[in-house]
């Protein structure tokens, strides 16, 4: 039985930039009436999914952000049940030096505010090669980061810290298990999470290799979820 499914945001649940369309709303909730635990698992602080899920009138979502490094529990602010995950001195000291750097190449250019992660948002080519450009000049001293590279920014996190660790502690946190969990994404920085969850459920996703199953639409595998939950 399967007891948790978890969703990526941009370009799984709803269009870059956009809310969810009102169908899809109404799938996530017959989904969370048939008895499955809800959760979101973003690139995105848990400050913004805040405001993101509460249109979508759930009563006990979860809140994964910054590609695994916090979970909230609830949409409450200031939160009730908040989780930041243990990360090193030298991911800290690596993620200050790129931001000093990026702030040198590419002046006022705009920066998600995250608790444990860099998430910088070049506006333009020009800025993202500088960007990429201070990440590789500083190759030889980072320590203990991963780097995402997206199609409107760049997501850095500590090494170790991925959507399949922040499943790993959210399912000792809920008491549920790999085997019991769906993890439903679109790309790259959504494989650890494919490579936790009992059933992986892609939305376009191009290396259909990871994933069980794959559809065109956010619909699509809202309705193949609830063939599974919903008959269980």
Known sequence: MYKLIVFDL????A???KGVLPENLALLRRLE?????????????TYYLCGFMRQIGLRAPVLVGENGAVIQLGVDLPPRDY???????AARRSIRLLREAFERAVPGMWYQPNEVGLTPFPRDDAEFDAVQGAINA???QLQD???YRHCDSFDITPDGITKKSGLERLGK???IAAEETIAVGDGVNDYPMFEYAGLSVGVSVKDE???DVNFATAGDALNFLYSVVGKE
């Open 10 to 13: 941009d370009g799984t649940l």
């Open 83 to 89: 989780h930041v995950a243990p990360h090193s001195d």
């Open 173 to 175: 946190l809920l008491g």
């Open 145 to 147: 980061v991963i780097v």
């Open 15 to 17: 269009a870059l930039g």
């Open 33 to 45: 009436n048939a008895g499955a635990r809800i959760a979101i698992c973003s690139g995105k602080p």
């Open 138 to 140: 500083l190759s030889e």
């Open 209 to 211: 290799s990871k994933v």
